[in-house]
């Protein structure tokens, strides 16, 4: 079985700030790890992921995610956060032998102007 | 990357009809899937659409209610049947290139609101 927890609903920062969204995760074998981005009334947009190699995995519109496997998490982050960053973040597992992906709940971040 | 288009990008149904959700790629592609998002709530697998073969459901979903066809590698549908407001959410298709790349990309999704 496999899962994933984004411990918190929301996050609020200041423009300009650092932005940390975090995700754990629990899985059988090798993790692949992602993470999404949804805009309102958007699907779906990768950000980026981690398959394998590099610990620090760098993705789309500067953020950034560090893979600890001691710690089981792959925690998304950007240096300065922009007001247009504003939007629901996903983290996703999937076994690296297996098709099916396993969402966490969702993190809502608002960055205040 | 595969573009996805799917169609409709929402809809207002009634309860008791039924919903035809398409999914068109432009490129042939191994796997493709189908998601529920329910409001406020994170994405569910709701089966794999098998080309040319029945699609393989995961727990909680029955072929009775969410039918899905994949007549060839570029080209499924899900069916919301006999629709309750309990299946307003939004639907997405996802995808795998398989050899190209490991992430999952989504299309645009339906949202669907049953009255």
């Known amino acids: 079985a496999q899962s994933v927890a984004q411990p918190e609903d929301q996050v609020n920062v200041a423009e300009g700030n650092p932005l940390t969204v975090k995700c754990t995760y629990s899985v059988s074998g090798n993790p692949y790890l992602f993470w999404y981005v949804q805009y309102p009334n958007r699907g779906l947009q990768f950000l980026l992921k981690y398959i394998t190699g590099d610990n620090l995995v760098k993705g789309s519109y500067g953020f950034e995610a560090e893979f600890n496997k001691s710690q089981t998490s792959f925690h998304l982050k950007k240096p300065s956060a922009l007001v247009s960053d504003s939007a629901l973040y996903f983290c996703?597992?999937?076994?690296?032998?297996?098709?099916?992906?396993?969402f966490g709940a969702g993190t809502t971040v608002t960055v205040r102007a | 990357s595969a573009v996805i288009s799917q169609k409709p990008s929402r809809d207002i149904c009634q309860r008791g009809t039924s919903l035809t959700i398409q999914c068109q790629v432009d490129?042939?592609?191994?796997?493709m899937f189908w998601y529920r998002q329910q409001p406020g709530q994170s994405l569910t697998l709701i089966a794999t659409a098998n080309q040319g073969s029945e699609a393989t459901y995961e727990s909680g979903f029955v072929i009775d209610k969410f039918p899905i066809s994949r007549p060839n590698l570029t080209f499924s549908t899900l069916t919301v049947s006999n629709m309750s407001p309990e299946d307003s959410s939004i639907y997405l298709c996802?995808?795998?290139?398989?050899?190209?790349?490991?992430?999952?990309?989504f299309g645009q999704g339906t949202r669907l609101t049953v009255v």
């Open positions: 490129s042939q592609v191994t796997m």
């Open positions: 996703a597992v999937r076994d690296a032998d297996d098709y099916k992906l396993s």
């Open positions: 996802t995808l795998r290139e398989a050899g190209r790349s490991t992430e999952a990309f």
